[in-house]
């Protein structure tokens, strides 16, 4: 081999007296920056001193780069014994890997494993320069990127799979896309270990506004230790209330058990988890707001939402919550909500911008804000109207006449009068109208 003289230690150039562990640093920063060549039997000032035993040192070379590196950078690395002025040294030319980061094993991915090329020396990368090179390798989705946290466990997670019976181990973590066919875990396997950093802040308030707390909690872990934690407490705010119709008693929840647990799915499963905000949920005395971050995927819009159409932005983690049938077929829950309040005069809201989304389901055992505004200034015939509801359920305008001893006309200017605040509903018209109170 004839070598370059000029040739000096740069970017994509180094020279090494000897074979040490450092090597691996060097092939590294080469494999993440822009390739480069090492000749191993030179010296920094470009004196030649040549390798002793170069079959074992190749071999040690070898060995080393198939072992402590990750993922695999060997097909990117050549290594060849030359000779040079009677001479052996070894040349490791090194092409930029199509993986990267490249890293050492027994450090991971994170600064103190990750090298890149500095000028002439091999620095530990930071940690921007490793997000952008997982981004550019990986993709924009945030659950296919590999996690830079690879310390991971799944004790919860690994309790609902074994609940439902599935295989837990890698081979099927790989085919969840928990990991990735190097055994590199993604963020999705981030999102179910127990090292998850997103989590569910969940407020109870006073009233109808954000201005008194009556309680706060915070969910942390796998998501579905979050899933499971939060409908817990759910349930527990859901109370039930009993309502008397004819000889019966008939009991009903404030919010549709479905509805609370799809919302829930909802602000879990398509939230936008490149962010780091939590997914808050509060609840007030008339209403549930569930509100996740990121906004609606391009080109769905609130009316295709209704419709049932999906367009999943963790498909791999919705994929693993129907395969633990948590979830249906995509594209069910919204509608599933808006059908659990068929008969409710209050239904669920939908709302989005461009970063956030946000669910609100009314309490259907309570007065809304409005309403409650609007009974505040009830007149006396009003009362009576409302007390006569209770007792009945469903009456026509002749008993308003009847109970209030008044004049056709003024009973149906009480009732219309209840009607416009909302707190009576009107059932089918003219002689066969009916008036109930609104649930």
């Given at each position: 081999?004839?070598?370059?003289?000029?040739?000096?230690?740069?970017?994509?150039?180094?020279?090494?007296?000897?074979?040490?562990?450092?090597?691996?640093?060097?092939?590294?920063?080469?494999?993440?920056?822009?390739?480069?060549?090492?000749?191993?039997?030179?010296?920094?000032?470009?004196?030649?001193?040549?390798?002793?035993?170069?079959?074992?040192?190749?071999?040690?070379?070898?060995?080393?780069?198939?072992?402590?590196?990750?993922?695999?950078?060997?097909?990117?690395?050549?290594?060849?014994?030359?000779?040079?002025?009677?001479?052996?040294?070894?040349?490791?030319?090194?092409?930029?890997?199509?993986?990267?980061?490249?890293?050492?094993?027994?450090?991971?991915?994170?600064?103190?494993?990750?090298?890149?090329?500095?000028?002439?020396?091999?620095?530990?990368?930071?940690?921007?320069?490793?997000?952008?090179?997982?981004?550019?390798?990986?993709?924009?989705?945030?659950?296919?990127?590999?996690?830079?946290?690879?310390?991971?466990?799944?004790?919860?997670?690994?309790?609902?799979?074994?609940?439902?019976?599935?295989?837990?181990?890698?081979?099927?973590?790989?085919?969840?896309?928990?990991?990735?066919?190097?055994?590199?875990?993604?963020?999705?396997?981030?999102?179910?270990?127990?090292?998850?950093?997103?989590?569910?802040?969940?407020?109870?308030?006073?009233?109808?506004?954000?201005?008194?707390?009556?309680?706060?909690?915070?969910?942390?872990?796998?998501?579905?230790?979050?899933?499971?934690?939060?409908?817990?407490?759910?349930?527990?705010?859901?109370?039930?209330?009993?309502?008397?119709?004819?000889?019966?008693?008939?009991?009903?929840?404030?919010?549709?058990?479905?509805?609370?647990?799809?919302?829930?799915?909802?602000?879990?499963?398509?939230?936008?988890?490149?962010?780091?905000?939590?997914?808050?949920?509060?609840?007030?005395?008339?209403?549930?707001?569930?509100?996740?971050?990121?906004?609606?995927?391009?080109?769905?819009?609130?009316?295709?939402?209704?419709?049932?159409?999906?367009?999943?932005?963790?498909?791999?983690?919705?994929?693993?919550?129907?395969?633990?049938?948590?979830?249906?077929?995509?594209?069910?829950?919204?509608?599933?909500?808006?059908?659990?309040?068929?008969?409710?005069?209050?239904?669920?809201?939908?709302?989005?911008?461009?970063?956030?989304?946000?669910?609100?389901?009314?309490?259907?055992?309570?007065?809304?804000?409005?309403?409650?505004?609007?009974?505040?200034?009830?007149t006396m015939s009003e009362e009576k109207i409302i007390a006569l509801l209770n007792e009945h359920n469903e009456i026509v305008r002749k008993d308003v006449e009847d109970a209030l001893l008044i004049s056709q006309a003024m009973a149906v200017r009480h009732l219309r009068g209840l009607a416009d605040k909302g707190l009576i509903q009107v059932v089918g018209e003219g002689k066969k109208t009916r008036y109930r109170k609104t649930p």
């Amino acid at each position: 081999m004839a070598l370059d003289m000029k040739r000096v230690e740069d970017l994509t150039t180094e020279f090494k007296r000897e074979y040490t562990e450092e090597i691996k640093k060097t092939i590294i920063a080469f494999a993440n920056t822009a390739g480069g060549t090492l000749f191993i039997g030179i010296d920094d000032n470009k004196s030649i001193v040549g390798v002793d035993n170069p079959d074992d040192t190749l071999l040690k070379i070898n060995n080393s780069i198939r072992s402590a590196i990750k993922p695999d950078v060997s097909l990117f690395v050549d290594c060849k014994i030359e000779k040079v002025k009677k001479a052996v040294i070894i040349v490791i030319t090194v092409q930029r890997g199509t993986l990267c980061p490249y890293y050492l094993a027994g450090k991971g991915i994170r600064p103190e494993g990750i090298y890149v090329r500095y000028g002439a020396a091999s620095v530990p990368a930071t940690e921007t320069a490793i997000l952008n090179m997982i981004k550019e390798t990986d993709g924009e989705k945030y659950e296919d990127v590999r996690s830079l946290n690879q310390d991971l466990t799944f004790i919860e997670t690994g309790k609902f799979f074994k609940a439902e019976d599935i295989p837990f181990e890698q081979n099927q973590q790989k085919t969840l896309c928990l990991q990735t066919t190097d055994g590199v875990y993604t963020n999705l396997g981030l999102l179910l270990s127990e090292q998850s950093v997103h989590t569910v802040k969940l407020a109870v308030f006073e009233g109808f506004d954000k201005e008194v707390f009556k309680d706060r909690r915070e969910f942390s872990g796998s998501l579905l230790k979050q899933l499971e934690d939060t409908n817990a407490i759910l349930d527990i705010y859901n109370r039930n209330h009993a309502k008397v119709k004819g000889l019966y008693r008939e009991d009903q929840r404030d919010y549709p058990e479905d509805a609370l647990r799809e919302a829930l799915l909802n602000a879990l499963v398509h939230r936008d988890y490149a962010f780091s905000s939590s997914t808050l949920i509060s609840i007030f005395d008339d209403r549930i707001e569930f509100v996740s971050i990121g906004g609606l995927p391009k080109g769905v819009s609130l009316n295709d939402i209704m419709l049932g159409i999906s367009v999943p932005r963790n498909e791999n983690l919705a994929n693993v919550f129907y395969r633990l049938r948590l979830i249906e077929a995509y594209g069910t829950g919204i509608p599933k909500i808006m059908r659990s309040y068929t008969g409710n005069t209050r239904k669920p809201e939908l709302q989005a911008t461009d970063n956030a989304f946000k669910i609100t389901l009314p309490n259907r055992n309570t007065l809304s804000q409005k309403q409650v505004k609007n009974k505040a200034h009830f007149t006396m015939s009003e009362e009576k109207i409302i007390a006569l509801l209770n007792e009945h359920n469903e009456i026509v305008r002749k008993d308003v006449e009847d109970a209030l001893l008044i004049s056709q006309a003024m009973a149906v200017r009480h009732l219309r009068g209840l009607a416009d605040k909302g707190l009576i509903q009107v059932v089918g018209e003219g002689k066969k109208t009916r008036y109930r109170k609104t649930p």
